[in-house]
Structures are given as structure tokens and as C-alpha cells.
Nanobody
Framework: QVQLVESGGGLVQAGGSLRLSCAASGRTFSRDGMAWFRQAPGKEREFVAAISWNGESTYSDTVKGRFTISRDNVKNTVRLQMNSLKPEDTAVYYC????????????????WGQGTQVTVSS
């Protein structure tokens, strides 16, 4: 009964900010790796950011310096703060959980949310 639910997507202008949240339920997630991926129309799913159980973060070079990932192990939530958004950030953003460790490869994640649409206008 594992469930991940993303929220916070929407339409913003270039240069704006948006905060995505993911609520996880159904098991203990405090020591799992948690991550965000995104997928634009016609493109493969792309790694965005990941955070380990002890708070170590990893970012794609594309978003480094603009996005910040964080987690609350008590509330089983992970957040993605997105600043200085660009039109190329437009995609469906997915929350994912890896039961063993963090990874930049989508195939290594065990659970996925339904996705939330982020659209950045120019």
C-alpha cells in the first residue's frame, strides 16, 4: 500500500519559483533514498535531484544552484524548491523512493508518484 503523492505543480513565468512536495505513506521511509525526476514530452525521464536518509544531496548539473531538495523523515515528505525557473524546466515532475540508496538512474527506484505538471512560460 505504498503511495507517493506529489503536489505544488503549476504555471509560472520564467524566473519565477515553485515548490513541489511529496507525501509518502504505507511503509517506513526514514532510511530510504528519495528523489525527483522529470519528463518532458518526447524526451526520456531525467534525473533532477536526490537526497539520502542522512541528508546528503545530489543534483543534476542542469538544476544545480537553482533547485534545493530537502526531506522530513518524521513526516515522510520530500520537497523540491525550484527557483529561477526556465522554460526548459517544463515537464511532469515525479517523486521516487529507493529502498536501498540514492541513484541517478530511474530504474533503480522502487516506488513512484503519479507526477505533477510544471509549466514555465517565456
Amino acid at each position: 500500500q505504498v503511495q507517493l503523492v506529489e503536489s505544488g505543480g503549476g504555471l509560472v513565468q520564467a524566473g519565477g519559483s515553485l515548490r513541489l512536495s511529496c507525501a509518502a505513506s504505507g511503509r517506513t521511509f526514514s532510511r530510504d533514498g528519495m528523489a525527483w525526476f522529470r519528463q518532458a514530452p518526447g524526451k526520456e525521464r531525467e534525473f533532477v535531484a536526490a537526497i539520502s536518509w542522512n541528508g546528503e544531496s545530489t543534483y543534476s548539473d542542469t538544476v544545480k544552484g537553482r533547485f534545493t531538495i530537502s526531506r522530513d523523515n518524521v513526516k515522510n515528505t520530500v520537497r523540491l524548491q525550484m527557483n529561477s525557473l526556465k522554460p526548459e524546466d517544463t515537464a511532469v515532475y515525479y517523486c521516487a523512493v529507493n529502498a536501498f540508496s540514492v541513484s541517478v538512474h530511474s530504474r533503480e527506484y522502487d516506488y513512484w508518484g503519479q507526477g505533477t505538471q510544471v509549466t514555465v512560460s517565456s
